[in-house]
Structure formats: C-alpha cells, structure tokens
C-alpha cells in the first residue's frame, strides 16, 4: 500500500503560480512513476504531468512551458510547480503513484484560477 497526501491547492489569478506537493508513504524508488493528474467539473480525470523512476517526465501539452514536476527524492514527495496559470487550470489536482501494476490516489486539491 502506497498513501499519497496532497498539498499547496488554493484560490489564485490568471497569471498566478501555485506549487503542489505530493509525499508517499514509502520510498518513491520503490514506485515505477508517481504523476499529477485533474478533473475539472463533468470532465474526464486527464494527465498533467508525469516522473518516472529513472526521472524522466512527461507533459500534457496544454501545460508544456508552464508547469514542471520534479522530485524530492529525502522526503518522498513529489511536486509540481504551476506558472502562468490560466482560468481553465481550474480543476481537482490529484496525484497518482504507480507500484507493481497497482496505481494509487491521493484526496484530491482544488485548484482555482479566477480571470
């Protein structure tokens, strides 16, 4: 079992930045990739942004430029820094980790950029 606690959501205007965190319960190199993904109200749950263990990463498109993750890796937790942030960013963040095929989710932080 993995737990995942989420932090760093809130309330911020377009243009805004904004940091989400992510720490897991156990040694994030003992999780294959660990990422951030959003559901916005009525839409699907989509990637935002992902690491692997090797440290690679992979960006929706609609965040390349502007968002960042990285990891650090003494406290098990994952961030993601958002920059330039637009009203359409808005949405529930929830982080994602992925260990021995099972995947595993955090509560959730709403994140809300007002125009």
């Known amino acids: 079992q993995v737990q995942l606690v989420e932090s760093g959501g809130g309330l911020v205007q377009a243009g805004g930045s904004l940091k989400l965190s992510c720490r897991a319960s156990t040694n994030i190199f003992s999780i294959n990739s660990m990422g951030w993904y959003r559901q916005a109200p009525g839409k699907q749950r989509d990637l935002v942004a992902e690491?692997?263990?090797?440290?690679?990463?992979n960006y929706a498109e609609s965040v390349k430029g502007r968002f960042t993750i990285s990891r650090d890796i003494g406290k098990n937790t994952v961030h993601l820094q958002m920059n330039s942030l637009k009203p359409e960013d808005t949405a529930v963040y929830y982080c994602?980790?992925?260990?021995?095929?099972?995947?595993?989710w955090g509560q959730g932080t709403q994140v809300t950029v007002s125009s």
């Open positions: 690491i692997s263990r090797d440290g690679i990463t």
């Open positions: 994602k980790a992925v260990r021995l095929f099972e995947d595993y």
